[in-house]
């Protein structure tokens, strides 16, 4: 899935009244929206937004309108590929500058 497929179900999420009927849940997509206006890179972006919605939907027992499950579950994806990159090369940077010292 790319990004723009993603920022589609964001802006969708966002016109949903179910969303917009839950204040905190609207602040967590209009945060990500603002973000994504400023320029700043999707991954990270997407990265934070999963993770505040992971936490939202496990303080409200998984109750969400269908527009944000469906949402969390694409960008839990990208979070994914962006978290095991970073990994990657923290792995790959400390194997090679070990004889470095």
């Known amino acids: 899935m790319d ?42 972006v997407f990265t934070r937004f999963s993770r505040s919605l992971s936490w939202y939907l496990v303080c409200h027992k998984y109750q969400a309108p269908k527009s944000i499950i469906e949402l969390a579950m694409a960008v839990e994806k990208i979070a994914q590929e962006y978290r095991s990159q970073v990994a990657w090369s923290q792995l790959l940077g400390s194997l090679f500058s070990r004889g470095r010292n």
Do not use: F, H, M, R
Not at 3 to 27: F, H, M, R, W
């Open 3 to 44: 990004y723009s497929t993603i920022i589609d179900q964001l802006y969708n999420a966002l016109l949903d009244k179910e969303v917009a009927g839950q204040p905190e849940l609207y602040g967590i997509c209009l945060q990500a929206k603002k973000e994504l206006e400023q320029k700043e890179p999707e991954n990270l």
